[in-house]
Structures are given as C-alpha cells and as structure tokens.
C-alpha cells in the first residue's frame, strides 16, 4: 500500500468554504486516501466491475445558477450528499479534498478526475458542520444512497423500502426526512 501524502487538515466548514471561494478545479473524494488512490488512479464501478478511466470524486466548484448564495451552504450540500460512504465503504473512509482535472463521468454521472493533487483531509467537524448547515434548511433532502434492495423477508421492492412502509431507504438529514436521492 502507497503512503498517504501528508496534508493539512480542514477543522471546519468555513475552511473548506474558503478554500472553495479561492480556488477551482476541486473535488471531494471519499475513500482510504489519496496514497492508495494515486497507485492506481482510476476508480471501479463497484456493479459491473468495470475500471474508469479516472478517481470518482464529486466537484466542489460553485455552479453559476447558485447565483451569489452562500458557498458555505455549497460546500455542505456537496459534502453531505455523500457522507454515507464513511458507513458504507469501511472505517477507514474519509472525505479529502483534491484538484484534479476532469475527463468523463462514472456511471452515477460522477466526474471522473486525473491529474490529481491531493490538498487536504475533511476533518470530523466540518461533517459535523455540514450537517448541521443541511438540517437548518427548509427543504428535506437525504444523503445520495442506493436504496436496499430487499426487505427483510428477501422481496423485492421498488420503492426502496420494505413493502407496506413506503417511503426510501436513504437516511434522513438531521432533523428532516428523507427524500429519494441517487447516487453511488
């Protein structure tokens, strides 16, 4: 296994809405690291197997049609839309922050990025701040994430959810339900 870079550490989400704000051209990547990455630098869609042709990581670059609104708020949407992956992947998962340049999209229509240059690691707090900064807001949204795919007898379900229930499987913000969502 490839030594992890040494990075700084962001401790909160006005860090990372900084560096957001002065740069672009960023991505958040949720995995072991950029030293594990970076021996291979490609990712795997994890349902057919099949190698990208570059690490599946999510922008961080504003959109236009954000149209001035907080970059805090940006940089919390785009961090909690895929805070599961921590749950999901393994203990090990972290978010760090990279610039890269992009060259196609994954099957989740993720941008695939190369070039890569690791830049910092998301520290515990700024999730922590993320959701927070979600749950204050007036629309439910949940974390990007597959719903199960079988209700504990084993069936089927289409909606997401274990029949009869209704609704999804996807976690819910803090203080707020949960909407569908897709995602890897």
């Known amino acids: 296994m490839a030594a992890t870079p040494r990075m700084t550490e962001l401790r909160d989400l006005d860090d990372l809405a900084s560096l957001v704000h002065r740069s672009d051209h960023l991505y958040i990547r949720w995995s072991r690291g950029p030293g594990p990455d970076l021996e291979r630098t490609s990712s795997t869609d994890t349902l057919t197997g099949v190698e990208l042709p570059g690490l599946s990581a999510n922008t961080l670059d504003v959109e236009p049609w954000w149209a001035g609104r907080s970059v805090r708020l940006w940089v919390a949407r785009r961090l909690y839309d895929y805070c599961h992956l921590r749950h999901d992947q393994g203990p090990q998962v972290r978010p760090w ?14 941008p695939l990025v190369t070039d890569v240059r690791p830049l910092a690691w998301v520290g515990s707090r700024v999730i922590a701040e993320a959701q927070d900064e979600v749950a204050r807001q007036r629309g439910p949204w949940g974390p990007m994430r597959r719903p199960p795919e079988h209700d504990a007898q084993g069936e089927y379900d289409t909606q997401g959810g274990p029949p009869g229930r209704g609704g999804h499987g996807a976690s819910a913000p803090p203080g707020g339900p949960s909407a569908p969502r897709g995602g890897r």
């Open 97 to 110: 922050v990279l610039r890269g340049r992009e060259i196609g999209r994954g099957p989740d229509n993720e």
